[in-house]
T-cell receptor, first 116, second 114 residues
């Protein structure tokens, strides 16, 4: 079974802090994704990566950066956390081959981040 | 422009009854895939069912089936014989051909009552 793990289930940080959210997958997937989920807004894509050291902006990249130094690990970084970044953060991975529309994404358990 | 639309308000469903969750989508690509995910209160997203744009038959996975109406661009999820464990948020998502990204709807809340 595919396993996607996230470093924390719950996280509390202060405004202005630098925050790292880590995601690790164990299925050698090429693609990895970071979403944030807010009530009434569904899942919104922040960044994704289709290869090591490659990244692309999603729909809401402002205030975030990412790092993918190894294939299995994709980090989301909040350079200076703000209260409006309080949210649920979900990491996902999927195999490569963009032409295969049937490949689902596999999700981690999520990190609930509270910025005070 | 929003690609996936889920507009139903939260739903209460009697245990053992069927429930249909609506999803409409928008794409000009002839090759696409449609997905449904379940998110219980614990937070993890669980893949339920997939429908490809070229699939001739509606997808089924156990108690889940997808009512795919291509001309209407709708992909409704049907859960038969609801169970208490079906209480969750349900998300419809689409992936266009040649694109790694999934576009998600805003979700439907389902509460199954005994």
């Amino acid at each position: 079974d595919v396993k996607v793990t996230q470093s924390s289930r719950y996280l509390v940080k202060r405004t202005g802090e630098k925050v790292f959210l880590e995601c690790v997958q164990d299925m050698d997937h090429e693609n990895m994704f970071w979403y944030r989920q807010d009530p009434g807004l569904g899942l919104r894509l922040i960044y994704f990566s289709y290869d090591v050291k490659m990244k692309e902006k999603g729909d809401i990249p402002e205030g975030y950066s990412v790092s993918r130094e190894k294939k299995e690990r994709f980090s989301l970084i909040l350079e200076s956390a703000s209260t409006n970044q309080t949210s649920m953060y979900l990491c996902a991975s999927s195999p490569g081959e963009a032409t295969r529309t049937q490949e689902t994404q596999y999700f981690g358990p999520g990190t609930r981040l509270l910025v005070l | 422009a929003q690609k996936i639309t889920q507009t139903q308000p939260g739903m209460f469903v009697q245990e053992k009854e069927a429930v249909t969750l609506d999803c409409t989508y928008d794409t000009s690509d002839p090759s696409y895939g449609l997905f449904w995910y379940k998110q219980p209160s614990s937070g993890e997203m669980i893949f339920l069912i997939y429908q490809g744009s070229y699939d001739q038959q509606n997808a089924t996975e156990g108690r889940y089936s997808l009512n795919f109406q291509k001309a209407r661009k709708s992909a409704n999820l049907v859960i038969s014989a609801s169970q208490l464990g079906d209480s969750a948020m349900y998300f419809c998502a689409m992936r266009d051909g040649g694109n790694n990204r999934l576009a998600f709807g805003k979700g439907n809340q389902v509460v199954v009552i005994p």
